[in-house]
């Protein structure tokens, strides 16, 4: 299976239709929309929809789900539209090759802090891309909480890994030594870049200096 090509800079937790249009133009490559219900940056459905078809094509579209059933995450995507689907609950490798085979969306798979689940893969299904989140007890992500950056580092070596998606406490500060130390395919943020107080709502000046300091910093990376 080819692997598909994967933005670099994700931006994630996008709740409002204004603030979403905004940052789809600040030079990110791709947002995020969460459907998990008890996450304070879940979208509407009306309001994902909305997003989607006015920003199609400039960004890529990322739907970020928690443990829900197929036919959920099947539903919205034939209504909102994904690029990638991005699991971020406890879902097993079957479920995860199920959804792509249903959908035919590449999966980013979400893990926190531990490989277990996708080290002991099929050899007929490995994720299009992992993504390494901070292991928060009681929390499936958007913490705010480092990642383990010497762990990604090592996941890179993985037979199989197609693409790693740094995320977990990025903010425009750290991201340049995070991509330097990690060499990741792509970075995520949700809380880093947020106005204070707004989960959902992203501060542009803070998504531009995330943008900005991350794509120098992959510019900066050695040559593989
Ligand atoms: O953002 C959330 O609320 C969230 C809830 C449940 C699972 C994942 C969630 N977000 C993802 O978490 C990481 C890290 O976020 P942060 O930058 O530390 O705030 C990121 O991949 C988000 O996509």
Redesign the pocket.
């Known amino acids: 299976m080819p692997v598909p090509d994967i933005f670099r800079i994700k931006i994630?937790?996008l709740s409002d239709f204004e603030n979403a249009v905004a940052v789809s133009h600040s030079g990110a490559d791709a947002i995020?929309l969460?459907f998990?219900s008890q996450?304070?940056?879940c979208v509407d459905l009306d309001t994902a929809v909305k997003i989607a078809n006015t920003v199609r094509g400039e960004v890529q579209i990322i739907g970020?789900f928690?443990n829900a059933a197929p036919s959920e995450i099947e539903q919205t995507h034939q209504q909102v539209g994904f690029n990638w689907i991005?699991l971020?609950g406890d879902e097993s490798v079957e479920f995860a090759q199920a959804v792509h085979q249903s959908t035919g969306v590449p999966i980013l798979a979400?893990s926190r802090g531990s490989l277990i689940r996708w080290a002991t893969l099929p050899d007929d299904f490995h994720p299009q891309a992992l993504?390494m989140?901070?292991a928060v007890p009681g929390s499936?992500?958007?913490?705010?909480?480092l990642s383990n950056w010497d762990l990604a580092a090592t996941w890179r070596t993985m037979p199989h890994l197609k693409h790693l998606v740094l995320?977990?406490?990025?903010t425009p500060e750290n991201v340049s030594e995070a991509i330097r130390a990690v060499q990741p395919s792509a970075v995520?943020?949700?809380?880093?870049v947020e106005v204070s107080g707004q989960?959902g709502v992203k501060d542009l000046t803070k998504v531009e200096a995330f943008v900005t300091a991350a794509r120098k910093a992959f510019a900066e990376l050695p040559k593989e």
Not at 188 to 192: F, I, Q, T
């Open positions: 994630c937790g995020g969460n998990f996450s304070k940056r970020l928690v991005q971020h979400a993504l989140d901070a499936f992500g958007g913490t705010g909480h995320a977990g406490g990025l995520d943020v949700a809380g880093g989960p």
